[in-house]
Structure formats: C-alpha cells, structure tokens
C-alpha cells in the first residue's frame, strides 16, 4: 500500500475487547506502512485512558447497553439507553464520515455497534473480531453489517447468524507479545520463590474475585505442604489475605500481592499451574502460552460466555475446569492435586493448551484489515 492507511478502530469497555485492538495496531505498526489512526470509544471506558497512554488519536461516543433480558429494575436505565443509542450512531456516523477510514476494526463492546452501522452507511469495509467461544449479542448485529468476521475459536463459527459464516475467518484471539518472553529466573528472584515445591499462580483479574480468594484462603492450609502461591487478590482484599492464618514454618510459601503488573510474564513462565477466571483474554494467554491451569468461570456472564470458555478447553485436556456455580475448596483440591503431584500431567495438559493457542493471532487480523482494506487503497 504506497499511500497512508487510515484505519478506525472501535471497542472497548474493559480489557478484553480494548487488548486485542491495541495488539493488533502493534502488528500494523510494525509491517512500516503509512499510518494513521483514529480510535472512537466511550468517554468513561478503559479504551479512553489506553489510547491517551500510548498517544492514540480518540473520539468518545455516547452508547446504550443492549440487554438480551430487560431487568424491571432498571427500567430507567433502559429507557434512557433507548435514547442515547440512536445520538450514538448520529454521533458514529459523523466521525466517520469526516475521518474516511480505508478500513474498519471493531473487537466488540457496545460501542462497537454505532461505528459498525456507520462503516455500513459511509460504505467502508468492517473487520470484526469476536473473542469469546460464544457470539455476544452487540457481535451477532455487527456480522451481519460485517465484510469480514475474525474469530478466536472454531466453535464460534456456530453462533454466528447462518448468512455471515461465509465471511468468518480463524484468527485466534491477539494477546500483548511480551506474554510470550517471560523470565523464569526474575519471578523466583521477585518473590524469593523455592524450587521444592511447584508454583500456582492465582488471579481473578485485577480487582480480584471474592470467589476465588476465599477458597484460596481455605485450602492454604492443606495447599502450602505441595505447593507456593502467587496471589493476585486485588487491592480491597490484600490485608484480608495477608492475615489468613497458615502454618508458620510454611508462611513463606504464600505471597499475597494487590495487582500484577509487568512482571506477569515472568510469573506465567514460571508458574507451574495457572487458577484463574476464564474470560476470552484469560484463555487466550493460557493457551498462547501453553500453561496448565484450573478454571473457575465467573458465573453467571453474557451468554454463559465463561462457563463454556472452560469447559471448551477442559474437553480438550487442556485444563481442569469447576463448572458449578458455587464450588467447595474441596473440589478445587480434588481438581489441582492431580496436577501438583505429576509433572508428566502437568506436561501434557501444556501441550494440549499449546495447540489451541494462536501465537499469530495479531498478525493474522492484521493481514485480514489490510486485505479487507486493499480495494479503497
């Protein structure tokens, strides 16, 4: 392409559809093309301040949240977003239209929809990505406005309306490429980590999850003997983990922290088993890097949308998955001891991972915008 490509991206909300957009720019970035970029989210979404960080042109939308079951109590709410999505497209329509992008992206979230219906009015070609196993509602809308749908997984391809399956492409799920170059030997040096024992890595995301943190808080006790944990509780919850009461001469083994930031990677190299929620990003990080893992699906989410992320990877032997709503810490023993006492399970769980994963997930969607960009150029 000789001259510049003007690319407009949309999504956002929370990490999942915002990670994706940003690691995909990164492989456009890097192919040395002409570039120039405009991003349009909501004023109030993570979106917002990632493009502020990494000094990305933005335009913020208003949007309204559609609800596949209307709640009584919150008819307001409903009411109002039945206003504030019409001024949304208005508001969509009128950026694209003076921005003129060659080509769309749009990785999900609800202000997806407005920049989608307006790529279809003004004519320019739409990429969707779908991160998740199962097509949420704004996702279904958008492929049928769509040129060309990337999907993570295979078993996506099922959701989509019958008319736009021709369209759809596997791309997997981009995830950030510094995941992929951990450093064992710094995450053992930064927690002052033994090699006695195997090492769990537990998160439930960056706030933390209550679920997770109180079965963490009682198992330790029969956990500490077998394994050392890594527990990213949250910031709310980090005093609270830090006074559960664990057998002195294992204290050690324990190391409660508030958030991880940078040295995730180096924690995902060396964790020997990964707890987690299993939300799109989470599975794709498991799988991209090949990581043994228990998952605990937040429940209830859109769609199930959790619940089936763990159980498509546990029917692949790539995880061991807790599918009940309320799991005991029993259970979670009962599936995460198997795993600390053999590492020959822990190593074909890896590899079983490993071939779900998509280590070239960005530049696949990349090489989708371009050819889908390729006639307006």
């Known amino acids: 392409m000789s001259r510049t490509l003007r690319l407009l991206i949309t999504g956002g909300g929370t990490g999942g559809h915002t990670y994706p957009a940003l690691t995909t720019l990164s492989a ?6 002409p570039l120039d970029v405009l991003w349009v989210g909501t004023a109030n979404g993570l979106e917002a301040r990632i493009t502020a960080e990494h000094g990305i042109p933005f335009k913020a939308i208003t949007t309204g949240k559609l609800r596949r079951r209307p709640n009584i109590k919150e008819l307001g709410t409903n009411i109002a977003d039945v206003f504030r999505i019409p ?61 060309r749908i ?14 736009a399956r021709a369209k ?14 951990g450093d064992k030997a710094a995450a053992y040096d930064l927690f002052g ?10 998160t439930g995301g960056a706030q933390g999850s209550k679920q997770i943190n109180t079965l963490i808080a009682e198992v330790l006790p029969r956990l500490l003997p077998h394994a050392q944990i890594v527990h990213q509780c949250g910031p709310a919850w ?38 987690s929620r299993s939300g799109a990003g989470t599975v794709s990080e498991l799988t991209a890097i090949g990581k043994p893992s228990v998952l605990i699906p937040l429940i209830p989410t859109g769609g199930d949308e959790q619940r089936k992320n763990a159980g498509y990877l546990a029917s692949s032997g790539a995880a061991r998955a807790l599918l009940e709503p309320n799991p005991t810490a029993d259970q979670l023993l009962a599936e995460l001891m198997p ?10 769980m890896a590899e079983a991972a490993s071939k779900l994963g998509r280590l070239d997930a960005a530049d696949a969607l990349c090489d989708l915008l371009l050819s889908a960009a390729q006639p307006a150029a």
């Open 339 to 348: 795993l600390l006492a053999d590492p020959a399970l822990r190593a074909a």
């Open 238 to 275: 980090i005093d609270q983990m830090r006074a559960v009461a664990v057998p002195r001469e294992l204290a050690d083994r324990y190391h409660p922290v508030p958030y991880v930031g940078p040295e995730l990677a180096d924690l995902f190299a060396a964790a020997d088993v990964v707890i």
């Open 150 to 163: 990337a999907l993570s997984h295979e078993s996506s391809l099922e959701y989509l309306p019958a008319s």
């Open 87 to 147: 001024v949304g497209v208005a508001q969509a329509v009128g950026h694209a239209a003076r921005y003129l992008p060659d080509v769309v992206l749009s990785t999900g979230g609800y202000v997806a929809v407005p920049i989608g219906v307006a790529a279809k009015l003004i004519r320019r070609p739409l990429v969707m990505h779908e991160q998740t196993t199962v097509v949420g509602l704004a996702n279904r809308i958008l492929s049928r406005l769509a040129t």
């Open 193 to 202: 980590l033994t090699f006695e024992v195997p090492l769990i890595y537990v």
């Open 168 to 181: 759809a492409v596997v791309t997997g799920n981009p995830i950030r490429p510094e995941l992929l170059h």
């Open 28 to 33: 456009v970035q890097r192919r040395q093309l």
